[in-house]
């Protein structure tokens, strides 16, 4: 079993930035590939960010990209979101996600993860 707990969230005027954390307890961090996902009220939840076991890949979904970064930081059993130029449209519950190491690592797929975090609130106003 793996928890994670999301943490950074708030409310933000558009062009602010925002840094999101995700800590990890139970298992061995380094087994899991990481992600982030959001949800927006009345929308599906959608991938925003993930990271491979060692951080050397990353992969991004077209609206953060240049905007949004994700880190890990496996001495410590955390993953970030650091968001940058944020919009009214990046309002959402942001979700920490963990996916067992395997043999392909299909980033995108809500399937593909094993845990998720409770969330974390961001706002952005106008």
């Known amino acids: 079993q793996v928890q994670l707990v999301e943490s950074g969230g708030g409310l933000v005027q558009a062009g602010d930035s925002l840094r999101l954390s995700c800590a990890a307890s139970?298992?061995?961090?380094?087994?899991?590939?990481m992600g982030w996902f959001r949800q927006a009220p009345g929308k599906e939840r959608e991938f925003v960010a993930a990271i491979t076991w060692s951080g050397i890949s990353t992969y991004y979904a077209n609206s953060a990209k240049g905007r949004f970064t994700i880190s890990r930081d496996n001495a410590k059993n955390t993953v970030s979101l650091q968001m940058n130029s944020l919009k009214p449209e990046d309002t959402a519950v942001y979700y920490c996600?963990?996916?067992?190491?395997?043999?392909?690592?299909?980033?995108?797929?809500?399937?593909?993860?094993?845990?998720w975090g409770q969330g974390t609130q961001v706002t952005v106003s106008s």
């Open positions: 996600a963990a996916a067992r190491l395997a043999t392909s690592f299909h980033w995108q797929g809500l399937n593909e993860y094993d845990y």
């Open positions: 139970g298992r061995t961090f380094t087994n899991y590939n």
